[in-house]
């Protein structure tokens, strides 16, 4: 597992953090009972804040696919599993929507107003 940020984003880092976790779940790069590194771990690794990566965590945990356990640390949880299927048919829609011709950002758009 590889946890990246870029420091030009004007994305919080937080929430890079909680999204290259994601990213990593989705392609399957981790998977339920795999350990995250610890947060101090983390937080020297990327050189942030180690608040910062408790707050990506905590989102993690919030959106249930991570468990926080003290002395455990991070575990990527067993409803995260769902998340690497949805990878497939991400893929197969992206496919669809390019051969149709359609923009990744009228596809954003699309699912974002089907969602809503």
Known sequence: MLIKVDMSSGA????????????????????????????????????????????????????????LRRGRGAVISASAAPLAELSQDISALVARAAALGLSPTTLAALIKETAA
């Not at 050189?47 to 959106?63: C, F, G, K, M, P």
């Open 12 to 67: 919080p880092l937080y929430e890079q953090v909680a999204a290259s976790v994601r990213a990593d779940i989705v392609a399957g790069r981790v998977s339920p009972g795999d350990r995250l590194p610890s947060a101090r771990e983390l937080a020297d690794a990327l050189e942030i804040n180690l608040h910062t990566v408790l707050r990506a965590y905590q989102q993690l945990r919030d959106e249930s696919l991570i468990d």
